[in-house]
């Protein structure tokens, strides 16, 4: 009797070595997502959460919007690293912020351990319909061509300074050699509505918002963002097709704090992994006209430092500061 009690007893505590932090006694995993309820990163990671609850046990979503996505960016970085909490990674959190915001409660390239990459978006530069009729402009060559020959004429709106839709115009400029003067509204709808009421020439916008405007023929979809087409506008080309290599969008994925251990970090990627792949749940985001990209860590790790490279410079020409 007394030998089945040891045995048992060396059983429990070889079961706690063997799968540290994840699921340990039970306790569900608390995935943070920085940014309110109901956009398309809290929708995803809700679907998700469901879809690896067979694998992973219960999981569930802790909303920290504020600061741009920091407040819950910073709550992930200073969790306990033992695999029962982790979190959303963003273009903003983990990109833009650190060159935007003038203090950070947290360093994007040292306080994460990376899981997977989940889902991108692409932008879409979209003229108002009415706009691009009367001048003429159907490509991407077009505006170009017609900025360069009515310099500081164009105007193109965003959400705010230091937005993606800002930053993807600065980069626009940049490489295509022209001028346009960016205004900057209260927010991604605001911007749209200026758009649809020629208030302004152009935008980079979301595709997902962006697309029921588009097939309604209020605006015209003159490109993606991506480096390839997008399968949502198939027949719409994308920028790089004109400036070689142009290439911005939105992206998220999940992350865990820094120290997670490794063991613990490769079996949360492949139940993700396993959620993104499966077919129910790519039919599910292609209604938020959003493509899973499932990686590895390492590899969504070099995804996020070359993006981080990448926004240091762009903010940096754009001029954007948050103090």
Request: proline share 7%.
């Amino acid at each position: 009797m007394r030998h089945t009690k040891l045995l048992l007893t060396v059983v429990a505590i070889l079961s706690t070595v063997v799968a540290p932090g994840v699921q340990a006694q039970g306790k569900p995993i608390r995935l943070i997502v920085p940014y309110a309820a109901g956009g398309p990163i809290d929708l995803t990671a809700r679907a998700l959460a469901e879809r690896v609850r067979d694998n992973l046990g219960p999981v569930i979503i802790e909303n920290r919007p504020g600061a741009g996505g920091n407040i819950g960016a910073d709550a992930v970085a200073k969790a306990a690293p033992d695999g029962l909490t982790i979190g959303i990674a963003a273009t903003a959190t983990h990109a833009v912020n650190p060159w935007l915001y003038a203090r950070m409660p947290y360093n994007a390239a040292t306080d994460f351990a990376p899981i997977t990459q989940m889902l991108r978006v692409p932008n879409v530069l979209v003229l108002n319909a009415e706009v691009a009729q009367r001048l003429k402009i159907n490509s991407v060559s077009d505006l170009i061509v017609y900025a360069k020959a009515n310099p500081a004429k164009l105007n193109y709106g965003s959400g705010g300074n230091g937005s993606a839709g800002h930053l993807a115009g600065e980069m626009f400029k940049k490489e295509a050699g022209i001028f346009a003067v960016h205004i900057p509204y209260n927010g991604g709808n605001p911007a749209q509505l200026a758009l649809l009421g020629g208030q302004v020439d152009f935008n980079f916008d979301n595709l997902a918002t962006a697309a029921p405007n588009v097939r309604s023929g209020k605006l015209k979809a003159i490109a993606v963002t991506t480096l390839t087409r997008a399968s949502a506008l198939p027949d719409v080309p994308s920028v790089a097709d004109t400036l070689k290599g142009f290439a911005i969008d939105t992206w998220w994925g999940l992350v865990a704090p820094a120290g997670t251990p490794k063991e613990v970090v490769a079996r949360l990627n492949q139940a993700f992994v396993a959620a993104l792949q499966a077919p129910e749940t790519k039919a599910r985001f292609a209604a938020l006209l959003a493509e899973p990209v499932p990686t590895t860590p390492d590899e969504f790790g070099a995804f996020m430092k070359k993006e981080r490279a990448k926004y240091e410079k762009l903010v940096q020409a754009s001029g954007a500061r948050v103090d």
